[in-house]
């Protein structure tokens, strides 16, 4: 097995780093969702800059020996998506894992419980030991309460210490500059679509326009490469082009054309 020398205290403070620059117009980072220590390995061979793992799709895994096992395995930064958990423990054991980030989902398992993410953030600040390790919160735009209750969510989020904002299903493109606009953390973006009013919502930002928007990074949904001749192709396609999600459909089409071969 591929073994990687990069410390997991180095790719945070690299990552933060990264996050810290300017990314007006530049090429938002790209991350890539896993589910295997293989998959995360060609995703490094692809020239991505980091991977996402759902610690709810471990597959009956313990999520820290998954989380632990994917971080030997490549010198990318990984985050590590805890959903609407992520009590003290669980922050401990994946930040003990390598993780270079956790994110927390914008609900509460209890939803009489006001305040509740705002406690599971502050939570998750004290109980990481190295203060390079990322938090961030995903939120989603309600559509009967507005934009505006979303940048109120998301910024009492950040106020509990929150380090970023990972933008769920906006209602349309027009989402993304009012919150670039409204929020001084980094904004990530899952690359599935925007469904709303605006017809022209039904298909993703190109990765440029996402960068002209001011997005931070983009994190590509579950579709990789089943054979090392897809992964070969798919080290070779440009990662500046495209939709978000247009890198990780390529992959998954010449995994198809592989398995009939």
Same mark, same amino acid.
């Given at each position: 097995m591929l073994q990687t020398d990069v410390p997991p205290t180095r790719r945070r403070v690299v990552l933060?780093?990264?996050?810290?620059?300017?990314?007006?117009?530049?090429?938002?980072?790209?991350?890539?969702?896993?589910?295997?220590?293989?998959s995360a390995r060609q995703i490094a061979a692809m020239g991505l800059d980091g991977v996402h793992v759902a610690a709810a799709d471990t597959g009956g895994q313990d999520a820290a020996e998954l989380v632990a096992r994917i971080v030997r395995a490549t010198p990318?930064?990984?985050?590590?998506?805890?959903?609407?958990?992520?009590?003290? +423990? @669980?922050?401990?054991?994946?930040? %003990? =894992? $390598?993780?270079s980030?956790?994110?927390?989902? +914008? @609900?509460?398992?209890?939803?009489? %419980? =006001? $305040?509740?993410v705002e406690t599971r953030v502050r939570t998750a600040v004290r109980a990481r030991h190295d203060p390079a390790l990322l938090i961030g919160v995903?939120?989603?735009?309600?559509?009967?309460?507005?934009?505006?209750?979303?940048?109120d969510r998301a910024r009492a989020r950040l106020a509990a210490g929150a380090d970023l904002v990972v933008v769920e299903a906006p209602a349309s493109r027009a989402t993304y500059p009012v919150l670039r606009e409204a929020l001084t953390a980094p904004l990530f973006v899952t690359a599935t679509p925007?469904?709303?009013?605006?017809?022209?919502?039904?298909?993703?930002p190109t990765v440029t326009q996402l960068a002209a928007f001011g997005m931070d990074a983009v994190i590509h949904p579950v579709t990789g490469p089943r054979s090392p001749a897809?992964?070969?192709?798919?080290?070779r396609i440009p990662c500046d082009t495209g939709t978000p999600r247009g890198l990780a459909d390529a992959l998954l089409a010449g995994a198809r054309r592989d398995a009939v071969r």
């Open positions: 933060r780093a990264a996050l810290d620059r300017p990314r007006a117009g530049r090429r938002p980072l790209r991350f890539h969702t896993v589910t295997t220590a293989a990318l930064p990984v985050l590590v998506d805890l959903g609407p958990t992520g009590d003290a +423990d @669980t922050v401990a054991h994946i930040a %003990a =894992a $390598g993780a980030g956790v994110l927390l989902d +914008d @609900t509460s398992p209890d939803e009489g %419980a =006001a $305040g509740d995903r939120t989603t735009t309600d559509r009967a309460r507005g934009l505006v209750d979303t940048i925007v469904t709303g009013g605006d017809p022209t919502s039904v298909l993703l897809a992964t070969d192709r798919g080290s």
